[in-house]
């Protein structure tokens, strides 16, 4: 304490003295960038101040950030994505010393929401399962992880979406990086005569894979869609729109990504259900044909049928092979999801309350497959998970686990069916539906992979949550305007 209180009180000092320091070593190892040195240290308390007085611009420069990151191996055993996941961990130091000097900083109506709870719930139960994991370390570093996505992305923006220009921002601030991406990634792909195998050749540093991609831009679809049906008719910006929309439609079409595809659909077909309030229709015939589904795979073994030919299930670099391999369930992806698959509900029959504790399913899983659906990609040398959300939570978190994230996540888009439907304004009223289409899309996406986790998709599910309540406040607010204009009017 005395030396910070010393260095406070003497900063000049401190100053000529690291700038001494600084030119000493720069001249005795011949490395000129110790120089920067003293800049850096006067910058500093300029920076702090101005991070602390404005949070907001880090969570703007967070969403610009998302499609931009790229991720950054830090030591073999960590990696980050930078830099977008160095603002959510610096956006949640910041929101958590703010909270214990100004309590009500997050807002009331997000801490009595009954998303809130299911999150907290969510988190609560992710704690548990921790303590009895296999590998306790792995587990509390998921859980630390997913700490620094439900900050920022669920609890700031209810603190910074008030009005409409600013989901307008938050829209622009998605879409632009985006688009730059997906045209950087179209004039790449010219070189490889926009082949199939091309593709994964042009995402690289933003994006690890042609899924992870496609999941991101299918959703940021979605957005650019309400960004259409929202701007007036014959303004300026309409066409600019138009032109953007044209542009991710060729860059969602050139990823070759069946999954994306599949959600996309999804997206529609959802979007359409909550408009006409069929939501909880088909959620219970969804539940009621995936028993039936689940128990004709397991009567008689009959899950043993799609057991792969090793000889013949490869990957197809010709996309149109690869459709048809598809199929005919001789693509290998598939076939390694099933075997993955197999070996996920063994692991969940063996630990049905717990699990295996996150983030622990590749040093157990090979233990519990079936070697008649091997491939010759199963040695997994990318250490990819389960490649189902749902069945990985089930079987890292127990059967609880996946009931509380199942509450969520439907929980959700019944709040986007709610509120889509008692929102006055038209504006409010499109982003409900958006936002429930986007959830839609991401559960079908997570269906063939698991993405939640990622800084693309998981940053997208959770600010789709924090929307979810700052638009629940605004049917608040517009209840009580209405009933204060009745209350006046019955005065009159």
């Excluded at 003497?10 to 000129?32: G, K």
């Excluded at 008689?300 to 197809?316: A, C, G, R, S, V």
């Excluded at 189902?388 to 996540?409: A, I, K, R």
């Excluded at 959830?439 to 996406?445: Q, R, S």
């Amino acid at each position: 304490m005395r030396i910070i209180h010393f260095i406070h009180k003497n900063s000049f000092i401190t100053a000529v003295f690291i700038l001494v320091v600084a030119i000493v070593l720069s001249i005795i190892l011949h490395q000129p960038l110790f120089l920067a040195v003293p800049f850096v240290w006067v910058s500093i308390p300029y920076v702090w101040n101005g991070i602390i007085r404005h949070t907001d611009f880090l969570f703007w420069l967070l969403l610009c950030m998302l499609p931009l990151s790229t991720e950054w191996q830090v030591t073999d055993s960590l990696s980050l994505n930078f830099p977008d996941e160095a603002l959510m961990i610096l956006l949640t130091g910041l929101l958590f010393f703010k909270w214990l000097l100004q309590p009500e900083i997050i807002p009331f109506y997000v801490l009595k929401h009954p998303l809130f709870f299911l999150i907290i719930v969510h988190i609560c139960w992710i704690a548990i399962t921790c303590i009895y994991s296999v590998n306790p370390i792995l587990s509390f570093k998921f859980l630390l992880a997913k700490s620094w996505f439900i900050v920022p992305f669920v609890l700031v923006p209810t603190m910074l979406l008030q009005r409409q220009k600013d989901f307008k921002k938050l829209a622009v601030y998605l879409i632009i990086p985006m688009l730059l991406v997906v045209m950087q990634s179209i004039v790449r792909h010219t070189f490889y005569q926009f082949s199939f195998e091309g593709i994964k050749k042009t995402l690289s540093p933003f994006f690890r894979n042609h899924v992870n991609y496609s999941a991101m831009l299918v959703c940021l679809m979605a957005i650019l869609v309400a960004m259409i049906v929202l701007a007036p008719a014959k303004h300026a910006s309409k066409k600019w729109l138009y032109v953007g929309m044209l542009v991710l439609v060729a860059g969602f079409i050139l990823s070759y990504s069946r999954g994306a595809w599949l959600a996309g659909f999804v997206g529609v077909v959802v979007a359409f259900v909550l408009y006409k309030k069929w939501l909880w229709q088909l959620i219970v015939g969804g539940f009621l044909a995936a028993i039936v589904f689940m128990y004709g795979l397991v009567q008689q073994n009959k899950y043993l049928k799609f057991e792969p030919d090793f000889q013949h299930t490869i990957f197809h670099p010709n996309f149109k092979d690869h459709l048809a391999a598809t199929v005919t369930l001789k693509d290998v992806s598939n076939a390694e999801r099933i075997y993955r698959w197999v070996a996920g509900v063994n692991m969940l029959m063996d630990k049905t309350i717990t699990g295996f504790g996150p983030n622990n399913f590749y040093d157990n899983y090979k233990a519990y497959t079936n070697s008649g659906f091997k491939t010759w990609v199963s040695s997994n040398p990318d250490h990819s998970s389960v490649h189902n959300y749902f069945l990985l939570t089930s079987l890292e978190q127990g059967l609880p686990g996946l009931v509380f994230f199942l509450l969520l996540f439907f929980t959700m888009l019944g709040y986007s069916q709610y509120l889509f439907h008692h929102l006055q304004s038209r504006f409010y009223a499109v982003i409900a539906l958006t936002t429930g289409a986007i959830i839609a899309m991401v559960g079908m996406l997570n269906f063939l992979s698991d993405l939640i986790e990622t800084d693309k998709i998981g940053s997208i599910f959770w600010l789709s949550a924090g929307i979810l309540m700052v638009l629940s406040q605004q049917l608040t607010i517009e209840k009580q305007s209405i009933a204060g204009v009745e209350g006046t009017g019955h005065i009159a």
